[in-house]
């Protein structure tokens, strides 16, 4: 079992950062991959940021470029920094761990980006 904490949401004028982490305990010897999704009201949740153990990367084709995702090869921390946010970013962001078998969830954090 994994367990996935967040933190690092809130609100932010368009063109401002922020950095997203989340804390991982449990069984984290097991985890192969980490990712950030989000979700927007009335939207799928979908892939923002991947990140294997071996630091390969991956990013959706709207936030490259100004979001970075690190940190996994500890495997117990990993982070979205987050730049020239804009109002289309605004979701509650998750925080995805798998071991190939199961994969496992954050609560989720608020992102709002916002005048």
């Known amino acids: 079992q994994v367990q996935l904490v967040e933190s690092g949401g809130g609100l932010v004028q368009p063109g401002g950062s922020l950095r997203l982490s989340c804390a991982a305990s449990?069984?984290?010897?097991?985890?192969?991959?980490m990712g950030w999704y989000r979700q927007a009201p009335g939207k799928q949740r979908e892939l923002v940021a991947a990140i294997t153990s071996g630091a390969g990367t991956h990013y959706a084709d709207s936030v490259k470029g100004r979001f970075t995702v690190s940190g996994a090869n500890a495997k117990n921390m990993v982070y979205l920094q987050m730049n020239s946010l804009k109002p289309e970013d605004t979701a509650v962001y998750y925080c995805?761990?798998?071991?190939?078998?199961?994969?496992?969830w954050g609560q989720g954090t608020q992102v709002t980006v916002s005048s």
């Open positions: 995805k761990a798998d071991d190939g078998l199961v994969d496992y």
């Open positions: 449990g069984s984290i010897f097991s985890i192969k991959a």
